[in-house]
């Protein structure tokens, strides 16, 4: 049974009794095993191939699959019992991990086998994700939701942003497969954690007679268009995730070339994200509660627009690095409302197919985001995409401004 514990005289956080506890755990350890995952591959791709486009395959591979398969995956997760599929989900990613850290071990990693075990993961990833968005709120009391997001995301966030990068040198010092071997470990904890869950059966009305997945998936694609707040929310934060796929693909380039900041200047710029990132989940409720829900999205995408137009107008370092600090915090602060929306507004039984159709929805962004970004600093020097990024992060601000009436 789910429980509750006071903060602050204001409204109840999640207690980390009663199943929230292990999931956060087996959320954060996952994590802290996909950023040393994601940050080795990439170094390993650049080791077996001197081509630039193959090596950005292996990324672009991390989001295709939820173009392909993200609807099918909330569609799965609103039929089974999602504890199951995210306990069976995570041992099938540890096997396939793990056999790729045999392959790297015994020299036979190739940039085919990148792509293919990039392209498995998210697949599956699909399912688990949704399935995880559905769970959370069996596990904890609805007034919780928001408290219970934002202590995910900040433990996420400390253990991806803040303890994997470092640990990604050190663990390569004992071998090229090491990372790859942790993260699978981490995908069996995660696996045990979940499996020791008990929920009972999630609660759904019965699927009318030939229901279908193709109906179930256009039904959750319906109820997120017909839906003011969230259909509106769903365009704001596809806007902001073009801006993001076009200032993540050119930060690189924005700091060591524009600024003459180096790799050095790079990890403080990606430091201050995530430190900014963290101060973020821990606020996040708080703000929401003084604000409300919507006018705490339009105030974060108020400020992080001044961000990025801070960032290109004034092209220092101790600028940039302060400005990525400030544009995490309200990203988690955006990232936490958008979730809680999603659990307190989707109909019993659909919340699945809803996440699914908003993070695919969403998700599409990114890669688009990445080739204007390009294109942009290409053609009009490193510090246009995030001038871009700008412009997109307003014209999100603006699409969701009649929500907060």
Same mark, same amino acid.
């Given at each position: 049974? +789910?429980?509750?514990?006071?903060?602050?005289?204001?409204?109840?956080?999640?207690?980390?009794?009663?199943?929230?506890?292990?999931?956060?755990?087996?959320?954060?350890?996952?994590?802290?095993?996909?950023?040393?995952?994601?940050?080795?591959?990439?170094?390993?791709?650049?080791?077996?191939?001197?081509?630039?486009?193959?090596? *950005?395959?292996?990324?672009?591979?991390?989001? =295709?699959?939820?173009?392909?398969?993200?609807?099918?995956?909330?569609?799965?997760?609103?039929?089974?019992?999602?504890?199951?599929?995210?306990?069976?989900?995570?041992?099938?990613?540890?096997? $396939?991990?793990?056999?790729?850290?045999?392959?790297? +071990?015994?020299?036979?990693?190739?940039?085919?086998? =990148?792509?293919?075990?990039?392209?498995?993961?998210?697949?599956?990833?699909?399912?688990?994700?949704?399935?995880?968005?559905?769970?959370?709120? +069996?596990?904890?009391?609805?007034?919780?939701?928001?408290?219970?997001?934002?202590?995910?995301?900040?433990?996420?966030?400390? *253990?991806?942003?803040?303890?994997?990068?470092? +640990?990604?040198?050190?663990?390569?010092?004992?071998?090229?497969?090491?990372?790859? *071997?942790?993260?699978?470990?981490?995908?069996?904890?995660?696996?045990?954690?979940?499996?020791?869950?008990?929920?009972?059966?999630?609660?759904?009305?019965?699927?009318?007679?030939?229901?279908?997945?193709?109906? &179930?998936?256009? &039904?959750?694609?319906?109820?997120?268009?017909?839906?003011?707040?969230?259909?509106? $929310?769903?365009?704001?934060?596809? =806007?902001?995730?073009?801006?993001?796929?076009?200032?993540?693909?050119?930060?690189?380039?924005?700091?060591?070339?524009?600024?003459?900041?180096?790799?050095?200047?790079?990890?403080?710029?990606?430091?201050?994200?995530? =430190?900014?990132?963290?101060?973020?989940?821990?606020?996040?409720?708080?703000?929401? &509660?003084?604000?409300?829900?919507?006018?705490?999205?339009? $105030?974060?995408?108020?400020?992080?627009?001044?961000?990025?137009?801070?960032?290109?107008?004034?092209?220092?370092?101790?600028?940039?690095?302060?400005?990525?600090?400030?544009?995490?915090?309200?990203?988690?602060?955006?990232?936490?409302?958008?979730?809680?929306?999603?659990?307190?507004?989707?109909? &019993?039984?659909?919340?699945?197919?809803?996440?699914?159709?908003?993070?695919?929805?969403?998700?599409?962004?990114?890669?688009?985001?990445? $080739?204007?970004?390009?294109?942009?600093?290409?053609?009009?020097?490193?510090?246009?995409?995030?001038?871009?990024?700008?412009?997109?992060?307003?014209?999100?601000?603006?699409?969701?401004?009649?929500?907060?009436?």
């Amino acid at each position: 049974m +789910a429980t509750t514990e006071a903060v602050g005289g204001s409204r109840a956080a999640p207690a980390w009794r009663g199943g929230f506890g292990r999931l956060w755990t087996a959320a954060v350890v996952s994590r802290f095993g996909d950023s040393l995952r994601t940050a080795a591959l990439p170094l390993l791709a650049a080791s077996l191939t001197d081509g630039p486009f193959l090596i *950005a395959s292996v990324t672009a591979c991390g989001f =295709l699959p939820w173009l392909f398969f993200g609807l099918l995956g909330g569609a799965v997760a609103d039929r089974v019992d999602q504890r199951r599929a995210m306990w069976a989900v995570d041992l099938v990613r540890g096997g $396939l991990v793990a056999a790729f850290a045999a392959a790297v +071990a015994l020299g036979h990693a190739t940039i085919a086998l =990148l792509l293919v075990l990039a392209f498995a993961l998210t697949t599956l990833q699909t399912l688990f994700d949704n399935a995880a968005t559905a769970l959370l709120p +069996a596990l904890v009391p609805a007034d919780t939701l928001a408290g219970a997001n934002a202590r995910l995301m900040t433990g996420q966030q400390l *253990a991806g942003g803040l303890l994997a990068g470092p +640990a990604v040198p050190v663990l390569l010092l004992a071998g090229p497969a090491v990372p790859y *071997a942790a993260d699978a470990v981490t995908y069996v904890l995660a696996a045990l954690l979940i499996a020791s869950l008990r929920t009972g059966a999630p609660g759904r009305p019965p699927r009318p007679a030939g229901s279908t997945l193709r109906k &179930e998936m256009a &039904e959750g694609l319906a109820v997120l268009r017909a839906d003011r707040h969230l259909g509106r $929310l769903c365009t704001a934060t596809t =806007l902001c995730n073009v801006g993001m796929g076009a200032l993540i693909a050119t930060l690189v380039v924005h700091v060591t070339d524009g600024l003459r900041a180096g790799n050095a200047g790079y990890a403080a710029t990606i430091t201050g994200y995530a =430190l900014g990132a963290v101060a973020g989940g821990f606020l996040a409720r708080r703000i929401a &509660e003084r604000t409300g829900r919507m006018r705490a999205v339009f $105030l974060a995408g108020t400020v992080q627009t001044g961000c990025l137009l801070l960032m290109g107008a004034v092209p220092v370092l101790a600028v940039t690095i302060g400005a990525m600090a400030v544009f995490g915090f309200m990203g988690t602060v955006w990232n936490v409302q958008q979730t809680t929306l999603m659990q307190e507004r989707a109909p &019993e039984g659909m919340l699945g197919r809803i996440a699914a159709a908003f993070r695919t929805l969403a998700v599409a962004g990114a890669p688009l985001g990445a $080739l204007l970004g390009g294109a942009a600093a290409a053609g009009l020097g490193p510090h246009a995409p995030v001038l871009l990024a700008a412009a997109l992060f307003a014209l999100a601000v603006a699409s969701s401004a009649p929500l907060i009436n």
